[in-house]
């Protein structure tokens, strides 16, 4: 009896413990990646700004547990959309909310069971190519498991966005 005594109250104190850490944590999460790309803006841009394209590099569609996704909207552009469902995180919606020719192209994304984010693309040409910086942005709200899960996004979601990145550089080099 003793030993489930302490049992529960070991639980009770690393539950207080976790939530005090949760409410520590920033309320937003921003991941950003960059990769420069031996392309001109504009046929990177082409592959940005066409939702129709993201297919064939953006790595969170070309997971084996993606359902074929559903365009929306225009094909490219501000309104164009995708929608598309993944196991193990929900049904996925993107639409293109902001669009400036060979420089920017924000996205809003919901996920059923994340909520909202803002996943912007911006192109800088350089020398030896366009920087391309892809960027997660995201409210965590007060669900303390949301925001404890958050100090993983850097991981998971930086390590996808690499992966597109590196698939927008072989798709738009042909």
Do not use: C
Not at 135 to 143: D, H, I, K, M, T
């Amino acid at each position: 009896m003793r030993f489930i005594k302490r049992l529960f109250a070991g639980i009770a104190v690393l539950t207080v413990i976790l939530l005090i850490i949760s409410y520590i944590i920033p309320d937003r999460v921003l991941v950003e990646r960059s990769l420069t790309i031996n392309a001109a803006p504009q046929v990177i841009y082409y592959q940005i700004n066409s939702t129709n394209q993201w297919k064939r590099w953006f790595s969170f569609l070309k997971d084996e547990t993606v359902q074929e996704p559903e365009y929306t909207g225009p094909q490219s552009g501000v309104n164009a959309g995708i929608n598309w469902q993944v196991q193990t995180i929900g049904n996925l919606r993107l639409i293109i909310i902001e669009s400036t020719p060979f420089q920017s192209v924000e996205t809003e994304m919901t996920s059923s069971r994340f909520g909202k984010a803002t996943i912007g693309f911006t192109l800088h040409q350089t020398r030896n190519g366009t920087l391309v910086t892809t960027a997660f942005e995201s409210e965590l709200g007060w669900n303390p498991i949301t925001r404890l899960s958050s100090l993983f996004a850097n991981y998971y979601i930086g390590d996808e966005f690499e992966k597109s990145l590196q698939n927008l550089s072989t798709v738009v080099r042909g």
